[in-house]
């Protein structure tokens, strides 16, 4: 069964400490791996795409990277407003055309 | 910047009324979705369609229908709400299958 897994479920930092969530995954094969963002009351917010084994990408404080079984979100000297739900999402082969399957995220605080 | 738009963001219903919950999107996407998003249970997929009038099963299909009748537009439909209805409901559009969704800003359904 494709399954996605993220942790910490929850992750404390303070301002400028950086850190990493984790997405692994266990799928038939990979078609794409995606990162959002979750403010609390809204919907998700697109953040990144990652295709391959070896991809990065980067926005700002976060940069995402893709191994075969995991995927990375490291958030570098975070603010504040960096606190949110993060959530890992992943389409499988096999999978029904579109359907993403989601990971339950990380809920990230960043104390001033 | 895409956006996709829900008609409420919360909406209280009966046990037994049915339920038309409306997305738009105004990036001409092929393809869009209905998710709920509940705690501890993450996002699931309850319907998706890629293509006027067409529509696909997502994980959790029981007690909602789906209507595309132009291609910007995709209603959730419950038929009967019941109390186990009661959750955040998440539209979300792509381009293609594979590509990003980008996700509205959601409804927060109450049956009581």
């Known amino acids: 069964e494709d399954q996605v897994t993220q942790s910490p479920e929850a992750l404390r930092l303070q301002e400028g400490e950086s850190s990493s969530l984790n997405c692994s995954y266990t799928v038939s094969g990979l078609r794409g791996l995606f990162w959002y963002r979750q403010d609390p009351g809204k919907g998700p917010e697109f953040l990144f795409t990652l295709y391959s084994a070896g991809e990065e990408k980067e926005k700002e404080r976060l940069k995402a990277t893709l191994t075969k079984k995991e995927s990375f979100l490291h958030i570098t000297a975070p603010k504040p407003e960096d606190s949110a739900t993060y959530l890992c999402a992943v389409q499988a082969d096999g999978g029904s055309q579109g359907n993403l399957i989601f990971g339950k995220g990380t809920k990230l605080s960043v104390k001033p | 910047d895409v956006k996709v738009t829900q008609s409420s963001r919360y909406l209280v219903k009966r046990t037994g009324e049915k339920v038309f919950l409306e997305c738009v999107q105004d990036?001409?996407?092929?393809?869009m979705f209905w998710y709920r998003q509940d705690p501890g249970l993450g996002l699931r997929l309850i319907y998706f369609?890629?293509?006027?009038?067409?529509?696909e099963k997502g994980d959790i299909p029981e007690g909602y229908s789906v209507s595309r009748e132009k291609k910007e537009r995709f209603s959730l439909i419950l038929e009967s709400a019941s109390t186990n209805q009661t959750s955040m409901y998440l539209c979300?559009?792509?381009?293609?299958?594979?590509?990003?969704?980008?996700f509205g800003p959601g409804t927060r359904l109450t049956v009581t």
């Open positions: 979300a559009s792509s381009f293609e299958p594979i590509y990003e969704q980008y």
């Open positions: 369609s890629y293509d006027v009038k067409m529509k």
């Open positions: 990036m001409d996407h092929e393809n």
